[in-house]
Nanobody
């Protein structure tokens, strides 16, 4: 089992940057593919980015491509989401999740979820 705890959210002005972290418990973190999702009020949870267990493969939603970067440090059991050039439409609760089904954009294919961290981008 994997427990995930996100951190790094906050309030930032449009154009600013934030780095989210997701710390995982357990010694099997390096065998999991990881994803970031977000959910804004009144909207469905949407895929943001995913990374393979090795870190060799990454995938992004079109809406964040070129602005966000997902990475991981298996020695620290942590996955990161660097968010640059933030826009008000990036405002949401951001969740990290773990799966063994590959770095998939489908949230139903993730087995473990963190509690989320709020990101608010002001205009």
């Amino acid at each position: 089992q994997v427990q995930l705890v996100e951190s790094g959210g906050g309030l930032v002005q449009a154009g600013g940057s934030l780095r989210l972290s997701c710390a995982a418990s357990g010694r099997t973190f390096s065998s999991y593919d990881m994803g970031w999702f977000r959910q804004a009020p009144g909207k469905e949870r949407e895929f943001v980015a995913a990374i393979s267990w090795s870190g060799d493969s990454t995938y992004y939603a079109d809406s964040v491509k070129g602005r966000f970067t997902i990475s991981r440090d298996n020695a620290k059991n942590t996955v990161y989401l660097q968010m640059n050039s933030l826009k008000p439409e990036d405002t949401a609760v951001y969740y990290c999740a773990a799966t063994r089904l590959g770095p998939t954009p489908v949230y139903l294919e993730y087995d473990y979820w963190g509690q989320g961290t709020q990101v608010t981008v002001s205009s």
